[in-house]
């Protein structure tokens, strides 16, 4: 991934899995997809997902606040929702603190 690009695309994924797995590549994009949509599901049901040496995706649960609009200043009711949180492995944080230092 070039530094210019803001995120890793599905297809990047998948050409990564085909490149890496000598499978085809339509095989290789089966395999992303049942990934992310096992990863979506386990969240859309409150369960956290725990990727070893990655990180681990939770659900948080934001009750009702009131909140400000920023241009009129006028007073909003934000109702209360469901947000995905992640947390880095430390593995993973040693990575990216590597990667500032090229």
């Given at each position: 991934m070039s530094k210019e690009k803001n995120s890793v695309t599905r297809m990047e994924l998948t050409e990564r899995v085909y490149l890496?797995?000598?499978?085809?590549?339509?095989?290789?994009?089966?395999?992303?997809?049942?990934?992310?949509?096992?990863?979506?599901?386990?969240?859309a049901r409150g369960e956290p997902v725990k990727l070893s040496s990655f990180g681990t995706?939770?659900?948080?649960?934001?009750?009702?606040?009131v909140g400000r609009n920023p241009s009129s200043g006028v007073e909003v009711?934000?109702?209360s929702r469901r947000?995905?949180?992640?947390?880095?492995?430390?593995?993973?944080?040693?990575r990216v603190a590597e990667g500032n230092r090229q």
């Open positions: 890496e797995s000598g499978l085809s590549r339509s095989k290789c994009a089966e395999i992303v997809d049942s990934i992310l949509a096992l990863i979506s599901e386990s969240l995706f939770n659900i948080l649960e934001k009750t009702p606040r009711e934000i109702e947000v995905v949180s992640f947390r880095a492995s430390r593995k993973t944080k040693a």
